[in-house]
């Protein structure tokens, strides 16, 4: 999850330092994906369509701390898909900025007649590079369900308008069919069916639990006062039993959350596209709606 934006734009520069093609649209997948991340981290949460932030301290990334901040700064719990379609202004390029501080891109600055104009980006990291794309491959290949770290980069991949640029013409067409189902399926929720839950991280197994109550029998029963010490067992195990009831229903919760988070992302993400594209194609006479 962590890297999802910088693999948005690692994806849409194209080989010889072309411009992007899908600059417009790779804005909402990176709003996107700060929305998923941030739900991830536990900062916030999705009900009912809105973004409530549950934590809104820094969290020493740059990029999540200002989208944290225009939404605890919202005088109201903003809508996911109207805050996904409100780009934070140079969002591109900020994540451009940081990807060629740590060296996986290179900024080639270009002036003409005097006045800057868009700059080159080369791509310096290509082991990065082809292991976002293996990912992305992965997904796009695939033909069953999908995890929710799939179905967020799969669904915001989709909006970012990558699917066009990374598997064109006739032979990408099955690989474009797919992201837009898994962006379809993602954005209709977990009744769609195609959403499976990831183990949270830190988690722990419930059988440890049960070793640790078997050992405890087993100790207690090598001792002369079998019967209190199995008495204090019992009690140890309708804790851990407790416990453990406690630890599936928060881990239920969060992952609704998070769950919740990637679908309200990939759907704003999607929408704010093709509405984008809607009004160029008005403007310019040529376009499509959705």
Same mark, same amino acid.
């Given at each position: 999850m962590e890297s999802l934006g910088d693999d948005l734009v690692l994806l849409s520069i194209q080989p010889g330092g072309r411009r992007m093609r899908n600059e417009e649209r790779l804005g909402f997948?990176?709003?996107?994906?700060?929305? +998923?991340?941030?739900a991830a981290r536990g900062r916030v949460s999705v009900n009912d369509g809105r973004i409530i932030v549950l934590d809104a301290a820094?969290?020493?990334?740059? #990029?999540?701390?200002?989208?944290? !901040?225009?939404l605890a700064g919202a005088?109201? =719990?903003?809508?996911? #898909?109207?805050?996904?379609?409100?780009?934070?202004r140079g969002i591109n390029e900020a994540y451009q900025t940081r990807l060629a501080r740590v060296r996986a891109i290179r900024i080639e600055e270009r002036q003409f007649l005097g006045m800057t104009i868009k700059p080159r980006l080369h791509v310096t990291d290509g082991r990065r590079v082809a292991d976002a794309r293996a990912r992305l491959d992965a997904i796009?290949?695939?033909?069953?369900?999908?995890?929710?770290?799939?179905?967020?980069?799969?669904?915001?991949?989709?909006?970012?308008?990558?699917?066009e640029l990374l598997y064109p013409g006739r032979d990408g067409r099955q690989a474009r069919k797919r992201l837009a189902e898994v962006a379809k399926d993602t954005q209709a929720g977990p009744a769609a069916g195609e959403v499976t839950p990831l183990p949270r991280a830190g988690q722990a197994p419930a059988d440890d639990s049960e070793r640790a109550a078997i050992r405890a029998t087993a100790s207690a029963a090598a001792t002369a006062e079998v019967t209190e010490?199995?008495?204090? +067992?019992?009690?140890?195990?309708?804790?851990?039993? #407790?416990?453990?009831?406690?630890?599936? #229903?928060?881990?239920? *919760? +969060?992952? =609704?959350?998070?769950?919740?988070? +990637?679908? *309200?992302?990939?759907?704003? =993400?999607?929408? *704010? *596209?093709?509405?984008?594209? !809607?009004?160029?194609?008005?403007?310019?006479?040529?376009?499509h709606g959705h």
């Open positions: 997948g990176l709003m996107g994906s700060e929305l +998923v991340r941030l820094p969290t020493g990334d740059t #990029q999540l701390d200002a989208a944290l !901040a225009s005088r109201r =719990a903003p809508k996911a #898909q109207t805050w996904v379609r409100n780009k934070r796009a290949l695939s033909s069953g369900p999908v995890d929710i770290t799939q179905a967020a980069y799969g669904g915001l991949a989709h909006a970012a308008g990558l699917p010490a199995m008495g204090h +067992v019992n009690d140890l195990i309708g804790d851990v039993n #407790q416990l453990t009831g406690d630890i599936h #229903q928060l881990t239920q *919760a +969060v992952h =609704a959350v998070n769950t919740a988070a +990637v679908h *309200a992302a990939v759907h704003a =993400a999607n929408h *704010a *596209a093709s509405h984008a594209a !809607a009004h160029a194609g008005h403007g310019g006479g040529g376009g």
